[in-house]
Each structure stands twice: as C-alpha cells, then as structure tokens.
C-alpha cells in the first residue's frame, strides 16, 4: 500500500520546479493533490492523471489571505479534508542590504513569510478539528544568512521559527509540523545559470555541494513524502536540510 493512500494534499508554487516535484511524489505515493500555483498548474494535474494519480489545480496568491482561505476551502470540499499542508511557494528579489527598495522587502517577506503563516494557520483551523495533520514548511539553507539576500533569508528565517512554534503549539493534537531547507536544486530557474558566462556560475555553485552535483526536485519530494507520512509521526518541530551537504 502506498504510504499516503487517500490522504489530502495541498501544495503551493507546485506549478514547477520545486513545487511540481513535490506534488508529484505526493500523488504517486496515493495522495490526492490540490496543485496551486498562481500560473496556470493545468500541466502538472494532467502529469499526475496521466500517472494514475488524482489532482485539481487552484490559482491562488498566497500573499493574499482571503485567497490562502478559499483554497482550504476549496481542498476540503472538493476531496473532503485536508490531512497534509506543504507551504512551498516563494519568490526572490536579491540585492545587497544598503542597496534594497522597501517594495523588494515587502514583496518578499508577504510572499515568502506572511504566505506560510497565512497556509499554516488556515490548514491547522481544520486539523486541530479532526486531531491529525501534517505540516511541511519549505524554508532555504538561506536562513542562515546570505549576501544580497536580507529580504529571503530573513522570510526564510521566520519560516523557521514560524514552523517551530506550530509544532509546539500543535503538537498535542496530532499535527506535526516541520521544515525542510532545500541546498541547490536543479530546476528552470537555476538551470538559467549554465547561460551565465559559459556556464561558470553554474559550476560555481556545483563546487559548494560536496556531493558534486544539483539536486533533484524529486529529492525534495521524497523528504515531503515521509514527513507526511504516518513513518514520521513522532518527527515534529525539525529544521531538515536537503542538500547533498552544501549546507551547514
């Protein structure tokens, strides 16, 4: 049986990339997937049917919370109920501190931090009602710090410490929560480095991972998919790096 039979699953920024991957795995493991995205996420839920899987696409933006509301909403009356939350949407607009517009601030942290709590607190509404959920907040090895990343590493801090309150808050109502900090993963966005100077900054970065090669969104999934499951029912309040030893 597969571990995440007849579970419910929302996933935001699952349009690509990293998102994508995680909605995949999760349908794969028999999870029925909610793909929101404020694309068009069409493509993804025909990969997962054509798969065998089941899934429904939700355009939302998560920086707005009536939005972040109706998608629950719509998760629990399309499928139900809502068993597992993955908060993966997030965008990035770098530059150096002294240098940065307050709009970039804002637009990061509403999107990157102000979007999970909004995910987080909506889906926890509803899984304190039935005493089970989880929880997985996608965060960054960035929340370490970062140059010319103020505005995403401290949104990406604030996932974490965000998560582990939840986690504390919730545990004993069967809700685990939990943070997952990607290293650098191979997908459209950071493929665009190999255009760069003949690829140098691409192999710039590879030359940081110790296991000398880009992960995977699927290795990102593979870690959604056993925190959300009932193999990783006594794991909660953990911050847990996925990046073949890049981050330390």
């Not at 597969?2 to 996933?11: F, H, N, P, S, T």
């Not at 029925?32 to 993804?44: E, G, I, R, T």
């Not at 410490?161 to 950071?190: H, Q, S, W, Y």
Request: proline fraction near 2%; charge should be neutral; aromatic fraction near 6%.
């Amino acid at each position: 049986m597969r571990r995440l039979e007849d579970k419910v699953a929302i996933v935001t920024g699952a349009g690509r990339g990293l998102g994508k991957g995680i909605a995949l795995k999760l349908a794969e493991e028999g999870a029925k997937v909610v793909v929101a995205d404020m694309a068009s996420a069409d493509n993804v839920v025909r990969e997962i049917e054509e798969a065998g899987g089941t899934a429904v696409a939700f355009s939302v933006n998560v920086a707005k919370q009536h939005e972040v509301q109706a998608m629950v909403a719509f998760a629990i009356e399309k499928f139900g109920t809502l068993d597992i939350m993955v908060n993966n949407a997030g965008i990035n607009r770098d530059g150096m501190l002294h240098k940065m517009p307050v709009e970039n601030w804002d637009t990061v942290i509403s999107v990157d931090l102000t979007g999970t709590f909004y995910g987080t607190q909506e889906a926890i509404k509803y899984m304190r009602e039935k005493n089970y959920g989880r929880v997985i907040n996608i965060s960054s090895g960035s929340w370490l710090g970062n140059i010319g990343q103020a505005n995403y590493a401290a949104a990406k801090a604030g996932v974490v410490g965000l998560t582990k309150t939840a986690a504390r808050e919730n545990a004993r109502k069967g809700i685990t929560c939990n943070v997952i900090c990607p290293g650098f993963i191979e997908t459209d966005m950071t493929v665009k480095l190999k255009e760069i100077k003949e690829g140098t900054a691409w192999d710039s970065m590879i030359s940081r991972v110790p296991m000398g090669y880009a992960g995977k969104p699927a290795d990102v999934g593979n870690l959604v998919a056993f925190l959300a499951s009932d193999d990783a029912s006594y794991i909660t309040s953990e911050v847990i790096n996925c990046g073949g030893g890049m981050i330390v």
